[in-house]
């Protein structure tokens, strides 16, 4: 390896290195509250040196979204691979997403913490065209199989691939929310004691969010299915 190859090979790995400190800051303070000057001192680095390496806290934050997007297609990617049928691609899109949410829990929370970043105009970034096109790729992987179901008639023919994959969607961020919500919040020190004083908190904390959320999955394509 030429001494050119290894200084950008080094530059990507201190590239990497930051992002995924600034993922970590993210997760803590909020991707809008969150200062160049927090992920530096994660990173153990200047604020100066960030800055050789990203011109400012939105190129970063593009950069954290476009490490989120692509790990998550990896997944879709994998789940779907073995699928013999466009019905079993749709529910290991869902089997994807809940190993995403175990694996890699903090870039979950991250890709559904893009709402906060609306505020920012990112579209005068270099990166930005390539964060639409990771995104323009996963949704492609979503939509495919459900246009396969269409035209092979599992699916009914006035169905709208976008609206079933929005759908899929929606319903699996809420049930996963809720998941999350009671996995974190419910579970503090106190969480015996609030059990056993609140009956709704215990049914809740009693739920199988997994096979929830499959049953959703399922129900959602019955009720786009051809008759």
Not at 10 to 37: H, N, W, Y
Request: proline share 0%; hydrophobic share 40%; charged share 25%.
């Amino acid at each position: 390896m030429g001494i050119q190859e290894r200084k950008e090979r080094e530059r990507e790995q201190r590239k990497a290195a930051i992002i995924d400190c600034a993922m970590k800051v993210f997760l803590v303070k909020g991707m809008i509250s969150a200062t160049m000057d927090e992920i530096a001192e994660c990173a153990e680095l200047s604020k100066a040196t960030l800055y050789l390496y990203f011109k400012n806290k939105e190129e970063l934050i593009l950069h954290a979204i476009g490490c989120v997007l692509q790990t998550f297609t990896e997944y879709l990617e994998t789940e779907m691979a073995n699928a013999k049928s466009s019905r079993e691609k749709i529910l290991m899109i869902g089997e994807a997403y809940l190993k995403f949410y175990h694996e890699c829990h903090s870039q979950y929370v991250i890709l559904n913490s893009q709402d906060s970043t609306s505020g920012y105009d990112f579209s005068n970034l270099e990166i930005y065209n390539d964060i639409l096109a990771k995104s323009n790729h996963l949704w492609r992987i979503i939509c495919d199989p459900i246009d396969d179901a269409i035209k092979n008639g599992y699916l009914r023919k006035d169905v709208n691939s976008m609206e079933v994959a929005i759908t899929l969607w929606s319903a699996s961020n809420g049930m996963l929310n809720l998941m999350n919500h009671v996995e974190t919040t419910h579970l503090g020190q106190c969480h015996e004691v609030y059990v056993r004083r609140d009956d709704y908190l215990r049914k809740m904390d009693e739920l199988d969010y997994e096979q929830l959320l499959k049953n959703l999955w399922k129900a959602i394509l019955t009720s786009y299915q051809s008759k």
